[in-house]
């Protein structure tokens, strides 16, 4: 059964839209399972009814008509539980509810498994038997698997608007959009531009071709490229491999002379405009369905030969490519995992918003977002990238929100929210110079987070009272320092000497788990700025810091403040050790908050250990960047925060809006709630009682 499914659901992926999808389903289940009905119901919540949108056993002429009323009978009892529902005898059920116009028998046995999409019933799918039957365990697993697949297909229709114009048979675009993670604020319509990863021939998007014959001349000149490697690998190898193993290179060359693979996709640039790589990825996509349909293991394996012939075509496809990516006026990013390089590539004038299918709020990406000031929404994981190219979309970084060919009426709304954005950011413009002060007079220093040439704008450099961290991904922190003191030490020693004259060092020692790794750092520390007072370098002893961002060391702040200067909270690694998330995982992003209660808990402890101490206590990361959060920051009596560029202006207006006398009322009373929700809610509330709203959420 595992075969089975494995070629169900590469041909489910391989389906053209939903209805092609569906069809797949009803037939393939049918078979598979050996019964005499399969359906798929879908749920419209709007209309309250339960749809027939495929059937492989009832009547035909009955999909898209016959509707059971929402929550009713059998299909309903799934969806209204979540749950799969397998009866021997139907009939005798309770709800059992007879349905006319579908051709329907008097079927006994009955599997009913919802089609759920986060957290949400799409529709249900349904088997049937006329003889009583209670369907196995794997059978049913079997479904819940299809029913999951299906799923995607079903969000992919709704954001597309393919699923409106299946139920009213009309051309309407689409009202629905795909939810995600919202990851840098702002609002834009614009075009979507497809990033895909070279030589990935599944992120190949769709891309219309203005002169096909070039197109194909391309194509043909990369099987040519492809083939003359395949003669010199095979001549490489000759005095290396058996004739026998020698074959495999014949086998890939008969593949590429064939008509089959070759011509198919030639007649979806002539035919339908398509630009070479798609027309590749679609040849070779469909040719894989063929063999993983097959029974014989050894004809599936040749699926793989053919993908892997995909890949070297596309390679060269590439490398051919003279002409550069057309970027729109707005060009919207749109990606599996778009990556930094891909994001820069977009010249900075044409750049308007940025979403992938992968990451969250505080993934590479994301930040460098922020730090340009574009729209981005992170974790669509059911985000039709092959399909969006040179799509009218939508951006809502607010919301999280991402709308594929939007309505007239959901573009007017935007562009009215769009007109409100633009005025707020002439009011935030107007904070330009002002200090970072309280009602009350306190004055809580706003630093720039930097590493990134796009972080060291106008705005960064005028507005920022310095630079508070610079961000360095990868192998960090005190473990690689005590693993090689000997590189730590000649660290040191060049910022020591770098110093002499400024007379502002400070050294901030990150990833510390425990008490002795200070101590040791510190040792190493002094025996640097001895030998450099030895050698005659007129130098002073820096300040030396800790970034708190490991759980371990929060429960030792005390002791971390009697022994430093300054103590900095880094508030992404924090919030992601505290809550056990991965950030960058799409599936569990959700769950990563940095107003979630054990944060906020984590952060207070540490700033009071600070206090307590005469140790400064300051937050970088996205928590010091986050509206929402500075007044609660300001009652705990962060001493400043670091920020990337964009967020510099919108933390200052917060905290000139507020006393600091009030922010500790606020304070007590987030520490008070148990979900993160309710702290968003308190403090959402807060900024619309100031007027500021408009800073977290589109309108105002």
Avoid at 149 to 167: D, F, K, M, V, Y
Avoid at 281 to 296: N, P, T
Avoid at 307 to 332: A, K, S
Avoid at 611 to 638: F, Q, R
Wanted: glycine share 8%; hydrophobic share 40%; charged share 25%.
């Amino acid at each position: 059964m595992l075969t089975t499914l494995h070629r169900i659901v590469q041909e489910v992926n391989g389906a053209s839209d939903l209805s092609e999808a569906l069809e797949i389903i009803v037939k393939s289940v049918r078979e598979a399972v050996a019964t005499d009905v399969c359906s798929v119901y879908l749920t419209d919540f709007e209309q309250r009814k339960h749809l027939l949108m495929a059937t492989d056993g009832l009547r035909p002429e009955a999909v898209g008509k016959v509707a059971l009323p929402m929550f009713r009978g059998l299909v309903g009892l799934v969806c209204e539980r979540a749950e799969p529902i397998n009866l021997d005898d139907a009939p005798s059920h309770s709800r059992y509810l007879p349905v006319s116009g579908t051709g329907e028998k008097y079927y006994h046995g009955f599997l009913g498994v919802p089609i759920i999409q986060n957290r949400k019933v799409l529709g249900v799918l349904v088997v049937r038997h006329i003889e009583p039957r209670r369907f196995e365990d794997d059978e049913v697993t079997f479904l819940l698997t299809l029913a999951a697949q299906l799923a995607g297909a079903i969000t992919h229709a709704q954001a597309s608007g393919e699923l409106t114009r299946i139920r009213s048979g009309t051309d309407a675009v689409s009202e629905g959009f795909l939810q995600g993670r919202p990851s840098s604020s702002g609002v834009v319509i614009g075009s979507a531009v497809v990033a895909y990863q070279l030589s990935d021939l599944d992120a190949v998007p769709d891309r219309r071709s203005d002169d096909p014959a070039a197109e194909v001349l391309r194509f043909r000149k990369a099987i040519a490229a492809v083939q003359d490697d395949l003669h010199a690998l095979r001549e490489k190898m000759e005095h290396v491999l058996q004739e026998e193993d020698r074959a495999l290179f014949d086998a890939w060359l008969m593949m590429l002379s064939e008509d089959a693979l070759v011509e198919r996709a030639v007649s979806l640039i002539n035919e339908e405009s398509q630009w070479a790589p798609g027309a590749l990825r679609q040849s070779v996509l469909e040719h894989i369905s063929v063999f993983d349909s097959m029974e014989d293991p050894y004809l599936r394996e040749r699926a793989s030969d053919i993908r892997d012939l995909g890949r070297r075509v596309l390679m060269h496809l590439q490398e051919e490519q003279t002409n550069g990516v057309d970027y729109p006026e707005r060009t919207i990013l749109v990606g599996e995992e778009v990556s930094a390089v891909q994001l820069m590539e977009v010249p900075e004038d044409r750049l308007a918003g940025v979403v992938s299918s992968t990451g969250s709020g505080s993934s590479h990406v994301a930040i460098l977002a922020r730090a340009i000031g574009v729209p981005a929404v992170m974790g669509l994981t059911d985000l039709p990238v092959s399909r969006v190219e040179g799509q009218d979309v939508i951006v809502d970084g607010y919301r999280g929100r991402f709308y594929v060919a939007p309505a007239d009426s959901v573009c007017q709304e935007y562009e009215r929210l769009i007109t409100e954005e633009q005025q707020l950011g002439r009011e935030l413009d107007e904070l330009r110079g002002h200090t970072s002060e309280t009602t009350d007079s306190f004055h809580l220093p706003l630093y720039l987070n930097t590493g990134l040439a796009s972080e060291m704008s106008d705005l960064g450099i005028t507005e920022a009272e310095g630079i508070g961290l610079y961000p360095f991904l990868g192998w960090r922190g005190v473990r690689i320092s005590l693993d090689h003191p000997e590189i730590f030490l000649t660290q040191v020693r060049a910022m020591l000497r770098a110093s002499i004259g400024y007379e502002n060092l400070r050294i901030l020692l990150p990833m510390i788990t425990t008490i002795g790794e200070i101590d040791e750092l510190q040792q190493l520390i002094s025996r640097a700025y001895d030998e450099l007072q030895e050698e005659g370098y007129e130098i002073i002893m820096p300040e030396i810091g800790v970034m708190i961002e490991v759980p371990a060391a929060v429960y030792q702040a005390e002791e971390i403040a009697k022994r430093v200067d300054f103590i900095s909270i880094g508030s992404n690694d924090l919030t992601q050790y505290l809550l056990a998330v991965d950030r960058n995982n799409p599936r569990v992003a959700e769950l990563y908050d940095d107003l979630h209660p054990a944060v906020l808990q984590a952060v207070h402890h540490v700033v009071k250990a600070g206090t307590d101490y005469g140790c400064p206590v300051g937050i970088c990361g996205e928590l010091a960047g986050n509206p929402l959060a500075t007044p609660l920051l300001l009652g705990m009596g962060v001493d400043s925060l670091s920020m990337s560029a964009g967020s510099l202006l919108r933390v200052k207006w917060v905290i000139r809006s507020l006393s600091r006398a009030r922010c500790k009322q606020l304070l007590k009373k987030a520490l008070q709630h148990h979900e993160a929700q309710q702290v968003h809610q308190m403090m959402n509330k807060v900024l619309g009682e100031l007027g500021l709203e408009g800073l977290v959420r589109p309108g105002r």
